[in-house]
Structure formats: C-alpha cells, structure tokens
C-alpha cells in the first residue's frame, strides 16, 4: 500500500460518502485490510436506504461468468445477460452492485472498465438505478490482489476504509449484539482492534503479531470471538478458541482481562442495591462493568443502573457514566421513553447540543 494519495474514512464517514456517490451516481471503491468491515458497510448501507444489493465476489469469477457465455443465434454470436446483471423486474429499479474482491482479478478489468464508464457489459446495459462500486484488501494483506490499472482507477473514487473503535464499540456493538467484554476490551485497548501480521501493539507487554500469523485481531474476528463467548465455553476451551481466531499474543491479553471483569461485582448485585455497590477504580474494570450493565438494561431496572452510573460520575468518572447510558439506549431506544432516561439527559445536558 503507497502512503501518498489516500483518503482515509472511518466507518460512519464511509456510509456518508457513499449515500453521496450514490445520489450523484459516481462509482467508488474502498479498500482496506481484511476483516475491515468493508463489506458489512456497504450491506447495511443498502439495507437502510431500501434498494437492491447484488454481490459480485470476483475472486470466484472467471471471465466467462463476468461476461456471459456466448452462442450462435442463428444470425451471429451473442452473449447471454450474465445472471449478476441486475433485472428490474426481478431486483428492483435502484441498487448497488457490489463487486467485492475487486482488486483479485485482473482478467476481468477489461470489462469493468465498461461496466464502470459505460454502464454496460458487452450489449448488456444496467439499469439506470444502479451503481457499480467495489471494494478490495490492500496488497500488503499477502492475499491475491493485483496492481489495478490506471484507466479503471480514473473510472472511480478511491477511499481508504479505516476500523474505528468507537464506531465498533458504539453503533455496531449495539446493532448486532455485541459481548459486553468485547466492548469493554476494545475500549480499553482500541489498539488491538485491528492488528494486521507484523504489527506492535501499543502495550509494551504483547509481544507483536508475527509476519507470518493466521491468526489476527480483526473486527470480523472480534465479531466471532463475541459469538464465542456467548456459548459460555469452559476456560480452557474459551482459551484455546479465542486464540484460534485472534491470535495467541493479543489473546492471553484479552484472557487476563476476561477473567478479572468476570470476577467483579455481579451485574445482578449491582442492579440490586445500586446505592451501596462497590464502584470498580481500574480503568479496565470501569470499562467492563459499564458495558455489561449496558447490556443489561431493561425497562425496569434501568432507573437502578443509572443511580449506579451517577455515583461513578460523582467519583470523577462521568465519561463512563455518559457511556453508560449511551450504550443502553443504543441497544433499547425504548428506554428513552423512562424516567431514568430523563434523570441521565439531565445529569448530562451538553449531550443535547
């Protein structure tokens, strides 16, 4: 990947550009390193809007899928309409279709430069509500991407996809449901979010990710690591698993904070007498017990969590205390409707401007 001639978005700032490059119909493509979250975006982009998506992985294709396959007509030799070629009866009047792994195929560059300049494939023309972008892993990942020609770079706008820990933590956690200690470890260590092979982390005690790891912290792994944990393996197992899919250097770190938050007040003791139990002084602990008791919250126990929250604000911690019931009402908008609500806006009024 060159340094020079990049435009790099975090996730929120990437659905905005590309609800803009769609409105104006201009092709895009974001690229990024593996388990970004690229392709997620571009998913619930499409989902939010209301239009039709179509996913071309063109690291399966072969130049006879990207073209269709010819035949005689009787008269001369035509291509049928490849079946990734939107149809309106069938996909909708508006859509994107989104040729993933873009930078994997290089046979196939001849038709996208078509496809992104003309709006056509071979005599096949896309429907005017729909745009072509593509998205594709930078060369330094070590998978199968390729130089791009410059006549297609200059069909298209280029954006740099950045994870961003916030966004992961916040809107996404709350979206898909994320393990609460997930949450608090990238919080407290945004670092290890994304860590690509031959990478230091910030904390001097993690060794680095090797340059020949399989396994790395990615928002994708942490997705799966979240799902992980959920199914309450033993601790052996859970060891052993997680390492499986971060690696075993970041692992060992997300161990040792796994099992010091586990071991804290349980978020039903302090639900129960918000009054009188004990406020974490770690920052690490802060992290996971605002994310479980996050997690946590319901209708009828979130007036408890805030009174813990408050507390933790009158300690000197109220950035956890906004966090606090940020996150809840992400997770449950319904609980905007209660009381509770109305005491944490107004404990925090610069919220609303």
């Not at 930078?138 to 390729?146: D, L, N, T, W």
């Not at 606090?324 to 009402?329: F, H, K, N, R």
């Amino acid at each position: 990947m060159s340094t020079l001639n990049l435009v790099t978005m975090n996730p929120t700032e990437s659905r905005e550009a590309l609800g803009i490059f769609y409105r104006t119909n201009k092709p895009v493509m974001f690229h990024g390193d593996a388990g970004a979250g690229k392709t997620s975006m571009v998913r619930d982009f499409a989902k939010a809007e209301g239009i039709g998506l179509i996913t071309v992985n063109l690291s399966q294709f072969e130049p006879v899928d990207m073209r269709g396959l010819p035949h005689d007509d009787g008269k001369a030799t035509v291509w049928r309409r490849p079946a990734w070629l939107p149809v309106v009866e069938r996909d909708g009047e508006r859509g994107l279709i989104f040729f993933d792994e873009c930078n994997t195929a290089r046979q196939m560059f001849p038709t996208l430069m078509q496809v992104f300049q003309d709006r056509m494939c071979g005599e096949h023309s896309i429907p005017a509500g729909w745009l072509p972008i593509a998205a594709g892993n930078y060369r330094s990942a070590k998978g199968v991407a390729c130089d791009m020609p410059q006549p297609f770079n200059n069909r298209v706008a280029h954006v740099d996809y950045v994870p961003c820990w916030r966004f992961f933590a916040g809107e996404l956690a709350a979206k898909i449901g994320l393990h609460p200690l997930v949450v608090a470890y990238v919080r407290f260590r945004p670092d290890m979010l994304s860590l690509m092979p031959g990478k230091k982390p910030d904390a001097n005690h993690i060794p680095a990710i090797p340059a020949d790891a399989r396994a790395f912290p990615t928002c994708r792994a942490w997705e799966s690591v979240s799902d992980i944990l959920k199914q309450n393996p033993s601790d052996a197992m859970r060891q052993r698993l997680i390492a499986a899919l971060i690696g075993p250097e970041v692992a060992a770190d997300f161990e040792s904070f796994f099992v010091v938050a586990r071991d804290v007040t349980p978020i039903a003791d302090i639900v129960a007498s918000p009054d009188t139990a004990p406020l974490p002084t770690q920052i690490g602990l802060l992290h996971a017990v605002t994310s479980a008791l996050a997690s946590y919250a319901t209708r009828e126990n979130f007036g408890a969590i805030i009174a813990y929250g408050k507390r933790l604000a009158d300690a000197g911690q109220r950035e956890f205390y906004v966090v606090l019931g940020t996150d809840a009402t992400r997770r449950n908008p319904d609980l905007k409707t209660t009381s509770a609500y109305t005491t944490w806006i107004g404990d925090n009024p610069d919220l609303l401007t």
